[in-house]
Every structure is written in structure tokens, then in C-alpha cells.
């Protein structure tokens, strides 16, 4: 059974930084792409950021550039985001997903088979 567990989140002050977590079981991790999305009150679940099985290629939406970081560690099966310089806009539920490599680092999320249980991030002015 697959189980993606996010961990991390909380309430910050604006420009304050958080770290997110997402621990991956019952899947061979390096097999796959790892997406993080997130989903505030009322709207559609949006891309933040994607990082191929090797952890060589990257892709982040234009509204996390240049603050939030992914990153992924195989040997731990786990993959990161970095959220650096945080805005009460970055409020949302952030959910940790899963991907196969054929969609070769995909932002649409009907392509993630797996998908963690979220994490709160709150941000206040």
C-alpha cells in the first residue's frame, strides 16, 4: 500500500520560512517523479513545484520562483520543499504527490497517481 506522509507545516509570519516533508512507502521511490500542489479555501488544486526520480530537474510554478525549493533524497525516500520569504498568499493545504517518470515532469495533477493526506501552511500578515 502506498502512503505519502507530509509533515512541516504550520503557521508562520510573513517572511518567515517553513520546510515540508513528505515520507514515501510502499512504492519504489526513485522510480518516480514527486510533485508538490496546494489548495486554499475555495479554489482549485494548483502546481508549486515538480523534481524528476533523479532529483537533476526541477520545475516551479512562477508565484514560488525563487523562494520555494524541492528537492528529494533518495536513500530516505523522502522529498522536500523549502518555502523561504512566505506571503499570506501562500496560505493552503500542501499536498505531496507521485508520478510516473513516462509523463517526464508533469504540472497536471490527473497525472499523479499518489497523493499524500496534505499539510496546513498559514501565513499571516
Known amino acids: 500500500q502506498v502512503q505519502l506522509v507530509e509533515s512541516g507545516g504550520g503557521l508562520v509570519q510573513a517572511g518567515g520560512s517553513l520546510r515540508l516533508s513528505c515520507a514515501a512507502s510502499g512504492l519504489s521511490f526513485s522510480s518516480y517523479d514527486m510533485g508538490w500542489f496546494r489548495q486554499a479555501p475555495g479554489k482549485e488544486r494548483d502546481f508549486v513545484s515538480a523534481?524528476?526520480?533523479?532529483?537533476?530537474?526541477?520545475d516551479y510554478a512562477d508565484s514560488v520562483k525563487g523562494r520555494f525549493t524541492i528537492s528529494r533524497d533518495n536513500a530516505k525516500n523522502t522529498v522536500y520543499l523549502q518555502m523561504n520569504s512566505l506571503r499570506p498568499e501562500d496560505t493552503a493545504v500542501y499536498y505531496c504527490?507521485?508520478?510516473?517518470?513516462?509523463?517526464?515532469?508533469?504540472?497536471?495533477?490527473?497525472?499523479?497517481?499518489?497523493w499524500g493526506q496534505g499539510s496546513q501552511v498559514t501565513v499571516s500578515s
Open positions: 523534481i524528476n526520480w533523479s532529483g537533476g530537474s526541477t
Open positions: 504527490s507521485a508520478t510516473s517518470r513516462y509523463y517526464g515532469g508533469t504540472r497536471n495533477p490527473n497525472h499523479y497517481a499518489y
